[in-house]
């Protein structure tokens, strides 16, 4: 079994979960696992790339598991509305996984924390409008490094949040977004080193195929994004579409570094 950030090694990991006796378990159930039971709390913090969650649910699906997806209702990268995003948090509910607000706490300059947990209510009623789902209780924070220390193992009057101590420190955290920092996931399972786990992934940072190396998975992922929005001009808008070829050429030329010498405001191509 060959450890990396593809899909596959991800089944990999959960059996290796389930085949060394630990139950998985939600953010709302965990305390009811009696002690001496080991168990693991999955969580995903959706960031760029919503569609590829299906993947991961799919997998749990298939092992009887459930896990908690949190989506952000503003992402620079995403919208819940867009088709494809709006099905697949449907998609997951329906493979009977939790999802959840996952929470930017920065987008407003000098927020007091005393209207965090109102505007995570906000924002919950948000979610609930667009997609017509209601996100769970619990609330993921994103880039909770900006405010650790109010934060981690702290509980946060008026809402319930995935870094409170009984998910934090009083059991054992592991994250993908630096990559392992203990060894594979898979060989914390094969140990049972550890008696509870919330195990966060991020599912952008596992590709389908992974190319064996973080930024080369990253570069890839842009370019498909890249490709994507490309497509989408052609699709539907008749200049990009009239002149398709151009705009490929022109394309590839930019990102090859030979820029032809178009002024920004040339003729425009109609
Ligand atoms: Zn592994
Ligand atoms: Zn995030």
Known sequence: MACDFGIKHYREILETGLKRGYQFAGFDNLASVPRGQKACVIRHDVDYMPEWSIRFGKIENDLGIRATYFFQICAKTYNLREAPIYKTVHELVRLGHTVGLHFDATWKENMDW?????????????????????????????????????????????????????????????????????????????????????????????????????????????????????????????????????LREELRELQSGKQKGHAPHDKHPV
């Not at 420190?169 to 996931?185: A, F, L, P, R, V």
Request: hydrophobic share 35%; proline share 4%.
């Open 114 to 246: 005393s209207e965090m947990a109102e505007a995570c209510r906000e924002d919950k009623k948000v979610f609930q409008a667009i997609t017509g789902i209601e996100p769970c209780e619990m609330i993921s924070f994103h880039n909770t490094h900006r405010f650790a220390d109010r934060v981690l193992n702290q509980d946060i009057p008026g809402m319930r949040h995935a870094y409170e101590k009984a998910f934090f420190s009083d059991i054992k955290y592991i994250s993908d977004s630096q990559g392992w920092y203990e060894g594979c996931m898979c060989k914390l399972f094969d140990t049972r080193k550890y008696e509870r786990f919330q195990f966060l992934t991020h599912p952008y940072i596992w590709p389908d195929k992974s190319a064996g190396d973080f930024i080369s998975d990253i570069a890839r992922l842009i370019q498909y994004r890249c490709n994507e929005l490309t497509d989408y001009f052609v699709r539907f808008h008749p200049v990009c579409k009239k002149n398709e070829a151009r």
